[in-house]
């Protein structure tokens, strides 16, 4: 055969610099992959920058101890003790300023942990958060129904996907991502999510229009709709190349540090990508806080960061709840000092295992209980942390633990089987309350429950919102934790329309219709005895309880007759519509 039709072989360079050029390019193609998948940001402070520099030396000594064994000829080197010899001089020289570099960034990265470890920084870590004495009764108003989540996250996902799942053009193409995150929208709690492509070939055929649409779940009302965009997000977490969200941020800001990016939407339904940026405050790797956050338009891929203070007030979700657990986990356990942390453990505290959000004032807030160290059975109080600014209080509310009120809460409809959803905290009556939803099997909600925080064995249930509330007021009153001046109430003023009696548990109750409406007020007649000379057509004032639903019967606490009615020569013609009564109570007749 002759030589030209020999196939070339390719032939190591002899020379040091050559197989040194040669490395350096095979280190530099296999790091360029490494970084296009790991992502790690270009920062000291960054443990996974330290990963990635550690692997790109290890890529070049294996890499020079490949190119480095084809050096020795054998005909040269017969011997393979020389052989051996020589192929491991070569490597060394090769790789000497290498592994210098890999032991001094070991170096640096060791004693940067060292500097940064609580034992040696207990005042910086306990000041990360800085945690501020609340009033329960003047900071956390008493929100109106419609204001109240009765969703958790679990639930609205499945809300959310069963949805997706409704939408024939989409669910062959598009499926629900799982990824929400709670927001308020337009004065409203809301959970949002994007929708991500089905699988690689979806993404193949539909990447060039974008995501068409996400899903907002309204966690009161638990209204799921997909809300559908005239123009398709082409930049998400399903996107598996360029336009992954978290490589295109990676890539426009290679030394940032991001903590995970959040779906969010503004004010106009405009979908956004939340990327809070960290840095490490003490030492090199300890002490991470946020001090911006960068915004990223989902559909077009603009980007802007802004510092911390700076941030658009629309944003929500900021600082995460996982963080601020995180850093008054430090302050409570710091408090005094690094060694009283471990062994006398004087007013040590930490937070509970779980948290829930709460809407005020435009704000979502950080909700999770605070107990001592011991972790038993109570709270010593709970924080309220604001999730874009990280302003944070205390409120010294002693009672049960989220685990108990929930646990007191399956106790109350065990026979039913339901379970209890993480609690959300509210002011009812003045009283710290836990507002528990009760799910089926499904996840769907089907009842709820308001557990006192104080006297756990104070339980209400109902099977909406307003009957709940008025169920735990009546327990409240009952066992005389509030009074009948601390209650919510309002008054109404017309004419007696329609006037029913019933004996309830031992008691006379008089139900007053008005005209014009359609409600009944129910008034204890040992409470307002004026109730029992009461005439159809007599103008009559009644103060009752608040209530933001609809409902057939409220509570009345006092009558007031304002005028009586003509004296009529016949009786009122007989009314046919009962009220509802609850199960199990008398049947109501008409009064004499």
């Known amino acids: 055969m002759s030589s030209q039709g020999k196939k070339k072989r390719f032939r190591m360079p002899r020379s040091r610099a050559g197989r040194v050029v040669l490395n350096l390019v095979i280190t530099l193609v296999l790091g360029a992959l490494l970084f296009y998948v790991s992502l790690p940001p270009i920062n000291l402070k960054a443990p996974e920058f330290y990963s990635f520099f550690i692997m790109l030396c290890i890529i070049y000594m294996l890499a020079a101890l490949i190119t480095s064994g084809f050096r020795a000829d054998s005909e040269v080197y017969s011997d393979p003790k020389a052989r051996f010899k020589e192929y491991m ?54 929100i109106s129904f419609d204001e109240i989540p009765t969703l958790d996250k679990d639930s609205a996902d499945f809300l959310g996907d069963r949805q997706m799942g409704l939408l024939s053009d989409m669910v062959s193409q598009f499926e629900y991502s799982n990824d929400s995150s709670q927001i308020n929208y337009q004065g409203r709690p809301v959970r949002v999510a994007p929708i991500d492509y089905a699988d690689l070939i979806k993404w193949f055929t539909n990447r060039s229009e974008g995501l068409p649409a996400y899903v907002l779940v309204d966690m009161v009302t638990q209204e799921a709709q997909v ?144 107990t001592s160290a011991n972790a038993d059975q109570s709270n010593l109080g709970f924080l309220l942390s604001n999730q874009r600014t990280k302003e944070t209080k205390f409120y010294e509310v002693p009672g049960a633990t989220e685990e108990a009120a929930m646990a007191s809460a399956r106790g109350v409809v065990q026979d039913l089987g339901y379970t209890a959803t993480f609690p959300l905290l509210l002011n009812i009556a003045g009283e710290p309350t836990y507002f528990i939803p009760l799910q089926d099997q499904g996840l769907l909600v089907k009842m709820y429950a308001m557990v006192n925080v104080a006297q756990y064995n104070v339980v209400a249930t109902g099977t909406t919102v307003s009957e709940c509330e008025r169920a735990y007021m009546e327990r409240l009153r009952n066992e ?113």
């Not at 032991?103 to 501020?132: H, K, N, Q």
């Not at 008691?507 to 009461?534: G, H, K, M, Q, W």
């Open 89 to 142: 001089g070569f490597f060394k020289r090769q790789c000497l300023p290498v592994g210098i570099l890999l032991v001094a960034l070991i170096g640096v990265a060791v004693i940067g942990w060292l500097i940064s470890l609580p034992m040696f920084r207990a005042g910086d870590y306990r000041d990360l958060l800085t945690v501020e004495d609340g009033n329960f009764t003047e900071d956390i108003a008493q």
């Open 227 to 370: 809300v559908r965009l005239s123009e398709g997000m082409k930049y998400s977490f399903s996107e598996p190349l360029n336009r992954n969200i978290s490589r295109h941020l990676r890539f426009q800001y290679p030394t940032y540090m991001f903590a995970t990016p959040q779906f969010e939407i503004d004010e106009s339904g405009q979908p956004w990508w939340i990327a809070p940026r960290m840095d490490k405050t003490i030492g090199l790797f300890g002490g991470t806080d946020i001090c911006g956050a960068v915004l990223c338009n989902a559909i077009t891929g603009e980007s802007q960061y802004y510092e911390l203070e700076k941030i658009p007030a629309w944003v929500d979700n900021v600082f995460t709840p996982a963080l601020i657990m995180e850093q008054y986990d430090y302050h409570g356990t710091l408090i005094n000092g690094f060694l009283n942390s471990i062994l006398g453990q004087r007013g040590v505290t930490v937070t509970t295992t779980g948290s829930n959000y709460i809407a005020m004032n435009d704000d979502v807030y950080m909700y999770t209980g605070v």
């Open 480 to 592: 005389g934790i509030t009074q009948e001046d601390d209650l919510p109430q309002t008054e109404v003023s017309g004419t007696v329309a329609e006037i029913r009696s019933a004996v309830l548990e031992g008691n006379t109750y008089y139900f007053i219709r008005l005209e014009d409406e359609e409600v009944f007020y129910a008034l204890s007649a040992a409470e307002n005895p004026v109730a029992v000379i009461l005439n159809v057509g007599d103008q009559v004032t009644i103060e009752h309880a608040v209530s933001q639903e609809d409902a057939s019967i409220l509570s009345g606490y006092s009558l007031t007759v304002v005028g009586r009615a003509e004296p009529q020569m016949e009786m009122p013609p007989a009314q046919t519509q009962e009220p509802a009564a609850p199960a199990g109570e008398e049947t109501v007749q008409p009064a004499a």
